[in-house]
């Protein structure tokens, strides 16, 4: 009598769907929801350098009277400009009242800056059009806007067990100034 229970039990296959599914689940949910915050990771440094982009393409079309004077390092830009390009990067426009592109610009670790810097040409090319003559103060010289921003990653799902701490999403594009 004990051998044909135990025959019989061997023999049951009824569970082993269920069993193989608690075993393979948590290795699919690390799957998906590592996918899932991945596309996330991705989305956000692409509107980011998008924005940066754009905030470049906006500086760089400033007037020459906008910059102080070529040098041979970077140098800030006047308050108001960087201030104007600030609102570019976060918010896509000139309104202090649109919503930020990025949730995570409000944090105290996020960076911005706008610099200038001018590409001397000596012995390199002789610049012509817009960029002879007394430009910003050098002859013969390109000024170059410079527009980067550091911003924490917020993950999609802090809860899960990745809170994204230490993680910044970082952008840097430089644009020749056109004054138009």
Same mark, same amino acid.
């Given at each position: 009598?004990?051998?044909?229970?135990?025959?019989?039990?061997?023999?049951?296959?009824?569970?082993?769907?269920?069993?193989?599914?608690?075993?393979?689940?948590?290795? %699919?949910?690390?799957?998906?929801?590592?996918? $899932?915050?991945? &596309?996330?990771?991705?989305? !956000?440094?692409?509107? +980011? #350098?998008?924005?940066?982009?754009?905030?470049?393409?906006?500086?760089?079309?400033?007037?020459?009277?906008?910059?102080?004077?070529?040098?041979?390092?970077?140098?800030?830009?006047?308050?108001? %400009?960087?201030?104007?390009?600030?609102?570019? $990067?976060?918010? &896509?426009?000139?309104?202090? !009242?649109?919503?930020? +592109? #990025?949730?995570?610009?409000?944090?105290?670790?996020?960076?911005?800056?706008?610099?200038?810097?001018?590409?001397?040409?000596?012995?390199?090319?002789?610049?012509?059009?817009?960029?002879?003559?007394?430009?910003?103060?050098?002859?013969?010289?390109?000024?170059?806007?410079?527009?980067?921003?550091?911003?924490?990653?917020?993950?999609?799902?802090?809860?899960?067990?990745?809170?994204?701490?230490?993680?910044?999403?970082?952008?840097?594009?430089?644009?020749?100034?056109?004054?138009?």
């Amino acid at each position: 009598m004990k051998r044909s229970v135990i025959k019989r039990l061997r023999g049951n296959t009824r569970g082993s769907a269920a069993a193989e599914m608690v075993l393979v689940m948590p290795v %699919l949910l690390v799957l998906v929801f590592g996918c $899932v915050e991945l &596309g996330n990771y991705f989305l !956000s440094e692409h509107v +980011l #350098l998008k924005g940066v982009r754009d905030g470049a393409r906006f500086a760089a079309r400033q007037s020459f009277t906008n910059y102080n004077g070529c040098g041979s390092s970077a140098s800030n830009v006047p308050q108001a %400009l960087a201030d104007s390009t600030k609102l570019i $990067v976060r918010k &896509g426009s000139l309104d202090s !009242s649109d919503v930020d +592109l #990025l949730p995570n610009w409000n944090e105290g670790s996020a960076q911005f800056t706008v610099q200038m810097t001018c590409s001397t040409t000596a012995g390199e090319t002789t610049l012509a059009g817009i960029y002879t003559g007394s430009l910003v103060g050098t002859d013969n010289a390109a000024p170059v806007v410079i527009v980067t921003a550091r911003v924490p990653y917020r993950p999609v799902l802090p809860g899960i067990g990745f809170s994204g701490a230490g993680l910044f999403l970082n952008a840097n594009q430089q644009a020749a100034v056109m004054g138009i």
